[in-house]
T-cell receptor, first 112, second 112 residues
Framework: SQQGEEDPQALSIQEGENATMNCSYKTSINNLQWYRQNSGRGLVHLILIRSNEREKHSGRLRVTLDTSKKSSSLLITASRAADTASYFCATDPRTSGSRLTFGEGTQLTVNP | KAGVTQTPRYLIKTRGQQVTLSCSPISGHRSVSWYQQTPGQGLQFLFEYFSETQRNKGNFPGRFSGRQFSNSRSEMNVSTLELGDSALYLC???????????FGSGTRLTVV
């Protein structure tokens, strides 16, 4: 079963707008990671945030982590049509060894 | 450097048959994990190998097995295929596990 829940399940925006996706999880974690997937292809690692970090930036991506609420958000600024993809959060739980538990994903569509 | 290579890309098998999927990790990466992705269950962890040893296992029946060779290449095997085994099988490699993973493009298995 999936540990994470992502919100919204689908998001449609115009190019240039910002996109925010949220992820909630249930257990203590070592880190939380965000991945992108284009049309059923492989996953591309976007960013990793450790449990002792609160915010991290990478280019147009900004990730926040609130371990007290067991939630994270991914913000993509100035979106482009090429950002159209499914986005997944994945947690590396403390108790489960070296594995990732994925959320259900958010399908982002950026309209030109 | 070369990415994670999964072969074959597509596979069609008949119920009851068995199948072997291959994954070559990034050179120097010792951790290889396998995931199953289906529309109904999402991304689910199958198992992880590190230095030829299975280090972690997901909640899948014994029909799903894997191994890792001394060069870190990994194979997974599914015996007595069922229709529900139709999925995208993704392999991920990392240096030690517990960090960002690099995923292959996946093998899409269809069981008819």
């Amino acid at each position: 079963s999936q540990q994470g829940e992502e919100d919204p399940q689908a998001l449609s925006i115009q190019e240039g707008e910002n996109a925010t996706m949220n992820c909630s999880y249930k257990t203590s974690i070592n880190n939380l990671q965000w991945y992108r997937q284009n049309s059923g292809r492989g996953l591309v690692h976007l960013i990793l945030i450790r449990s002792n970090e609160r915010e991290k930036h990478s280019g147009r991506l900004r990730v926040t982590l609130d371990t007290s609420k067991k939630s994270s958000s991914l913000l993509i600024t100035a979106s482009r049509a090429a950002d159209t993809a499914s986005y997944f959060c994945a947690t590396d739980p403390r108790t489960s060894g070296s594995r990732l538990t994925f959320g259900e994903g958010t399908q982002l569509t950026v309209n030109p | 450097k070369a990415g994670v290579t999964q072969t074959p890309r597509y596979l069609i098998k008949t119920r009851g048959q068995q199948v072997t999927l291959s994954c070559s990790p990034i050179s120097g990466h010792r951790s290889v994990s396998w995931y199953q992705q289906t529309p109904g269950q999402g991304l689910q962890f199958l198992f992880e190998y590190f230095s030829e040893t299975q280090r972690n296992k997901g909640n899948f029946p014994g029909r799903f097995s894997g191994r890792q060779f001394s060069n870190s290449r990994s194979e997974m095997n599914v015996s007595t295929l069922e229709l529900g085994d139709s999925a995208l099988y993704l392999c991920a490699s990392s240096l030690q596990g517990r960090s960002g993973y690099t995923f292959g493009s996946g093998t899409r298995l269809t069981v008819v």
